[in-house]
Structure formats: structure tokens, C-alpha cells
């Protein structure tokens, strides 16, 4: 009989004992699916262990995993599709501006360019644009190299479903496709001016390390203080980061500078050791095109422990802890 996901079921037992071993080397892979799929990492780990279980319950019935890799990507991945169909009314009613939960990268399998630039926040929020399947199909073919007969058998569909799902995905992903520089050390450059600028409250090196067109995003989800909708211009976000930055450094917090998604960033932390929120750059011609803060403290928990200093208060004439715009 045939395999479909790397299973036989006419094979004989295969023993548990080998499920640490492959947990090991094959959960970088399927985090990077789901978390792509997905953009929240809590959902990507409930998936990653979900595939793991039904590893280990067809093992245990007797059935064959001839190819784990392929049992455990096919099932990752259609998990990650019934989670997205099921997420989407919940997208479209998200308060303020969507963006992903951020995740500390570094040097590793993400460095690669094309890998870094996949996990980028812009490119996720690209991918919010696609169908479940076309995000689906597009991140197997394009970022992980699968093949259009591997995609179909992962997917449940055909070949050319496939081929012609893919060309639908690319033409959404080329239309809003993010541009980043080059060069690691270039991009590291830029945000270490951004971020001492802001920190200095120096607006001129602000305005010098902004596009002219650049773009603010926050994302606060309606339980902390952020942007209802994107802010657009250099001169605007220049002032808005100075008040915020002198907020920051008024409450005693402090900034570490992290690689945020494959891409410059920093997180500021309260005096306690406590995450406020996350920012992440996006570079291209030696300036900074976009910038965007998460402080959703529900997008910030998998970090550490989540600071108060930005949530917002039951009393909305409260004072606000960060400046508004």
C-alpha cells in the first residue's frame, strides 16, 4: 500500500522510544511553519505538540512512519490551516493594528537572508493577505523548498491546484513584498543610530534615520496604550518616538537591543526586569522604512514576565503612562 504524509499502514510497529530523537531534529522545522502560518507563537507551539501527539498516537496503533519529517510537516500544516480558518473572524475584529508576536532571533538557521527576511513582521503581515491555502502553499514552496507533489500530498489537493494557488499567492506577496538592506551589518548600523537618536531625544539624527515616507505601527490590541491606526511621515514619527523614548527613560526603564524577527529591534524593560514592549525596524537604503511596537501584554508573555507601565487603565482619563500622538 502507499504512503501519504510518510505514513504506511500495512508497515510494522515502530517503538516510541524514538520521539525525543525526533522531536529534536525536526521541531525547528515545524515552529517555522507554524509560527509562519500562524504569527503567534503560543498557537505555533500547541500546534508543534499537537503534531507530536499524533505521532506518537499512530505510532502506538500500529501504523508505519516510514518518513517522520513528512508525517510531522503534513500534519503541522494542516493543523496550522484549521487554526487560521477558524482565526479569521477574530483577525477582522483584532482592536487597532495586527502584528505578529515578536520573536527574539540571532545568529543560526535564521540568519540566512531569505530565511530572515520570511520571519520579518512585514513579511507576516504580508502573508495576512493570502487565503489560508495560498499562505499555506506559498510558505511550503517559496521558504522551505517543498515540491509541488510533496505540497499537494501535504495539502490534500493536485498538482496543479497547487501550481496554480502558488501564482495567486505571488502576485498578492510581490504586490505588498517588504525590501530590506542587504547587509546584516548595515541594517545593525542604521537601528544602533535610530535607537540612540530616539534614546538621546536628538530629533535631527531621527529625522536623519527615517525614510521620509516611513510608517509607525503599534499594536497594543486594545489593552494597552497604542496607535488606532498607522503613523505616517518622518516629522511626526520623529516627535511622537522622542515623547515616548523620554517616557520610557522617565520611569526608569531601559532598552537591550535585540534582533527582532530577523530584522534590528529592541525591547525596554521596567526597573523590575519586566518586558513593556518590542520594537522591530524595517531597513532598506540606509534608512529606517518602517518601525512597529508591539505592547499587547498577551503578544509579550512568551518573552518573560509582562510590565504594567503600558497597559491601559479601567479610568480612560487616566493619565496616560506613554505620550499619545
Not at 499567492?169 to 537618536?197: I, M, W
Not at 490590541?221 to 517616557?247: C, N, S, T, V, Y
Request: with cysteine; aromatic share 8%; proline share 6%.
Amino acid at each position: 500500500m502507499g504512503e501519504v504524509g510518510g505514513v504506511s499502514v500495512t508497515g510494522e510497529v515502530q517503538g516510541e522510544t524514538r520521539l525525543g530523537e525526533e522531536y529534536a531534529q525536526h521541531r525547528p522545522l515545524l515552529f517555522s511553519i507554524a509560527y509562519r502560518m500562524t504569527g503567534t507563537v503560543s498557537d505555533a507551539e500547541d500546534i508543534v505538540q499537537e503534531a507530536f501527539t499524533r505521532l506518537a498516537r499512530a505510532l502506538r496503533s500500529g501504523t508505519a512512519v516510514t518518513e517522520p519529517k513528512a508525517y510531522l510537516a503534513t500534519a503541522a500544516t494542516r493543523l496550522a490551516l484549521n487554526h487560521l480558518r477558524s482565526a479569521r473572524l477574530r483577525r477582522e475584529s483584532y482592536l487597532g493594528t495586527w502584528l505578529p508576536e515578536p520573536v527574539f532571533t540571532g545568529p543560526g538557521p535564521e540568519e540566512h537572508a531569505e530565511m530572515a527576511d520570511s520571519l520579518s513582521m512585514a513579511f507576516l503581515v504580508v502573508l495576512e493577505s493570502l487565503s489560508p491555502a495560498e499562505r499555506a502553499v506559498f510558505l511550503l514552496h517559496e521558504v522551505f523548498g517543498y515540491e509541488h507533489k510533496e505540497i499537494a500530498e501535504i495539502t490534500a489537493t493536485s498538482v496543479a491546484n497547487s501550481r496554480q494557488v502558488l501564482a495567486r499567492a505571488r502576485r498578492h506577496v510581490d504586490e505588498g513584498k517588504p525590501r530590506f538592506e542587504a547587509s546584516r551589518a548595515q541594517r545593525e548600523e542604521v537601528a544602533r543610530r535610530f535607537f540612540a537618536a530616539a534614546g538621546g531625544g536628538d530629533l535631527d539624527g531621527l529625522l536623519r534615520a527615517l525614510a521620509p515616507d516611513a510608517v509607525y505601527y503599534g499594536d497594543g490590541g486594545g489593552k494597552a496604550r497604542a496607535l488606532a491606526a498607522p503613523m505616517h511621515g518622518r516629522e511626526r514619527i520623529a516627535r511622537f518616538l522622542a515623547g515616548l523614548f523620554r517616557q520610557i527613560q522617565k520611569r526608569e526603564a531601559r532598552i537591550r537591543f535585540v534582533e527582532v524577527n530577523g530584522q534590528p529591534g529592541a525591547a525596554s524593560y521596567d526597573g523590575d526586569g519586566r518586558v513593556v514592549n518590542v520594537f522591530a525596524l524595517d531597513v532598506a537604503d540606509g534608512v529606517v522604512q518602517a518601525v512597529r511596537c508591539v505592547v499587547n501584554p498577551d503578544k509579550l508573555r512568551h518573552l518573560g514576565r509582562v510590565s504594567k507601565l503600558a497597559t491601559k487603565p479601567p479610568d480612560q482619563d487616566a493619565p496616560a503612562p506613554f505620550p499619545r500622538p
